[in-house]
């Protein structure tokens, strides 16, 4: 405990004297961690978006105009023994003439002039959320477009593939640039630290002639990077918050709901203390390439 508190004394003082070079380090350690969680953020809110999605997904059973209520009814018993539809609607031509007018409002006097309804009747089927699911869609999809009576079948996987993929990318150009940015931050910090070791190089050098141990000789300058990276860290999250509460009401909550989404949230508390843990370890690293490479 002794050797801890001399370190952290000592590394307090050291990040004084040298604050301008200090500043550097940790404004470039913000930066990292800063872009890394904004990533992060934007990946979190897709997958809670793609998982929403995932379990709104819908099977939707197009029916010719000449179908049949036998037809119908065999094609909703195909839908219920499937085993991957959790519930189904059946939605008549003029339901889905409301529908259509309802939600696209301005095209209502257009849809009048062609004087009959050209919406078909149509059965939606929610799915069941769950592994395999796809794969037992595509099979159910591939007997009811069989079935007499079944104009077209659609399924929303294709859309949600594409989310999943567009996810992945964006998380993986995120910890990339991440990755980047923290190895500078780590030279920064080491630059900083050597910078403080050149400086005290005489008082050290007189520590290991009287067998001072390695713990107070470079202790010092491993805990100035853990300070630098801590408070980099520190930074980084209040930058993300005001960032995101700037955007909040005005972007991101119109965004929600454009996107059928119950909200846009910040990291959870685990995250953000990981951030500020990975932030001490960046400077850590930085802290012991100086103390051992002097």
Known sequence: MRALRYAIEEAAQSLWRGRQASLLSTLTIALALFVLGGFLVVTANLDRLGSEWSRAAELSVYLKDEATPAERRAIEGTLASSGVVATSEYVSKSDALARFKQTFSDLSNALDTLGGNPLPASIEARLRPGPGTSDAVDALAARLQQLPGVAD???????????????GLIRGVGLVLGAVLTIAAALTVANVVRLALYARRDELEIMQLVGAPQAYIRGPFVMEGVLQGGAGALVALAALGVAFLALHGTYLVPLASAMNIS?????????????VVGGMAVGCLGGLVAAWNR
């Open 153 to 167: 079948v659609r399924f929303d996987r294709q859309w949600l593939a594409r989310l999943m993929s567009a996810i």
């Open 263 to 275: 909200s846009v949230a910040f990291l959870p508390l685990g995250i953000c203390m990981l951030l």
